[in-house]
Structure formats: structure tokens, C-alpha cells
């Protein structure tokens, strides 16, 4: 097994929220990623038709909520009388700002283009006290975060890897990588970490994995079930 290095805190990282125990990407969701002592929450962010920041994975509200439609093509009032599970509501991005604030950090990912403005200005309204990562799987949308906020933390998220990972990751100046787990080596962590980038792996449930996953020396995790980390 790998050894730590020195000083370094292996993170726990709650997958919108922590929706192996409450309705993903919800308030309660959160709400147990804190409970369950994680570093930070992952969720999913995007906008709906009047222009508001929500909580919401999917480009539609048909699996996580008892309506039906594109999230771009419904008003914030309308989303917010869906119910997305166990009676929560759809969250806006300033409600989870406020839920949160001093007490988790947050992984922020973008979904569907143009968000990086709005969703880097909201942060900054809200006043929030805590570290934030903001993540895409599109390298427009990092570039762009780190024009408005040039000192921000930023992740290129990898479904499939790249010839040139690590290389791909300095190009577009990304100071974290989220790798999928299956795609994650020693090789890859330890070049990764050479080039000075934090390496987060996604999305790992299985305690197999997990141990696994420890042993490649990874910086953070990505669960469902934050606790088994």
C-alpha cells in the first residue's frame, strides 16, 4: 500500500449530498453530509427558464422529482412545487449557499453552458465561508471560472481519459482532477500529483473499492455513502 504523504488529509466527499441516505441533490441530502462529517458536498448545478441557479442533476426533473419537463423550460415557482423526494424541494443555489456557509465545502459542477458567470457571482453574493471547488466535465467551462475568479479551484472531471490527462489538465489550468474510479492507477495518481494537481476519484460505494482507492494515495473520495471512506 502506498504511504500518505506527509501532512495530507485524505478528503470525504458527500455525491450530491449524500443521496445514498436522502434524495439526491436536496437540502436533507446535504443536510447528511454534514452529519456524517464530510469535507465537502458535491452537487449539481443549473438553470431553470426565468434564469434561476438550482440543484438538479439531470438536463430534465422526470427521475428525481414527481414532474416532468426540461429544467431549462420550467420557472423557479413552478420547479419548487415538485416534489424531489421524501417532500423536499428543488434547492436553489443561494438556499444551499445559506444551509451550508461555515459548516462544509462545496463542489459546485456546472451543468449546460453559460453558468460560469452567474454561478461564480452567487457565490461571491452569498457571503460563503468555506473552501469551494467548481467542477465541469467541459474545459470551456473551467476556463472561463478561472477568467472571473483567477485564485478559484477548479476540476476537470474525466468519464474517459484523455491521451495526455495530466497534460490536458496544466493546459487548462485546472488545480484539481476527477477521475472515475475504474479509470484511476498509481501511475496516474503519482503523475498527477508530481504536476502539483489534487486527485479526486468518483463515484466509489463498493468498500473494495474504497480500500482500493486509499491505496492508490488519492486526495478525496466521492460516495453515496460518505462514511464507509
Known sequence: MAKERPGKKLLRIGHRGACGHAP??????????IALGCDFAEVDVQRTADGSLVLLHDSDVD??????GLVAEINLEDLQQLDAGGGQKVPTLEEALQTTSGRIGLVLELKGEGLAY?????VRASGFSGPVIYASFQPDDLQHIRRIEPDG???ILFDRLPKLPVAEALNFQATHVGLRFTKATAPLVQALHKAGLTAFVYTVNKPADIKRMHALDVDGIVSDWPERI
Open 118 to 122: 452567474d454561478l461564480v457571482s452567487t
Open 24 to 33: 439526491e441533490n436536496t437540502l436533507a441530502s446535504i443536510e447528511q453530509a
Open 153 to 155: 479551484r477548479t476540476m
Open 63 to 68: 427521475r428525481t422529482t414527481d414532474g416532468k
